[in-house]
């Protein structure tokens, strides 16, 4: 495995886990409400608590995974810039190779015409 695959699937990894922790204080926090309805009415405040914890949660959530984007378009970008270095790269040096053959071909048949005007 490469390691910009290693981690994607690391991104991958870390994004579900902050879903899954996210669902988890969700369920939760619905469940502390629920309890709280079973036993007496919830006050606004009460609701408002639950309310501040899951919005704060899942903004949490939503950071980690743009983080985590922002840091795989990174990854992309740096494998873009090396792809293109080594393309430039080569294409240099296939560029000097052909100049080299055409210089040396219009060597050898400017030494060819030299000697078939001699002769």
Known sequence: MSAPT???ADYAKRGQEAV??????WTDAVGDLAGTVT???????????VLDTA??????VVQKVVDGQ???ARTLLDAGVQVVE?????A??????????VTETAAKASRSR??????
Do not use: H, N
Not at 20 to 25: D, E, I, L, P
Not at 55 to 60: A, G, I, K, W
Not at 92 to 101: F, N, R, S, V, Y
């Open 20 to 25: 899954t922790s996210a669902v988890r204080t």
């Open 6 to 8: 290693e981690q994607f």
């Open 70 to 72: 922002r840091q795989v």
């Open 39 to 49: 036993g007496r009415r919830p006050s606004s405040a009460d609701a408002q608590a």
């Open 92 to 101: 240099t040096k296939a560029a000097g190779k052909a100049t080299e053959t």
């Open 55 to 60: 919005f704060d949660t899942t903004l949490e």
């Open 114 to 119: 030299s000697t078939s005007a001699k002769s």
């Open 86 to 90: 080594v393309i430039g790269e080569q």
